[in-house]
């Protein structure tokens, strides 16, 4: 199953299938190592659910959820 990066819950992972958007931003996501086939696993979510911090490709990267939103995961497994 497809969803956002920004609506998976903390402790799960995904593979990045899709980056949407155009320009300026999918060149910065590219650019931070966010590219299709990276596996990503959701570490932090701010108290309001803004920003979010991400382990990829093994470093941690915090993103908005604006930016986020641009990210399609498949579904990995949950870790605890």
Known sequence: ?????DEINVGETGRIKNIEGEGRIRRRLFDMGITPGAEVYLRKRAPLGDPIEI???????????????????EDGKETK
């Open 1 to 5: 199953m497809l969803r956002r990066l």
């Open 55 to 73: 382990t990829i490709r093994g470093y941690e990267l915090t993103l908005r959820k604006q930016e986020a939103n641009f990210v399609l995961v």
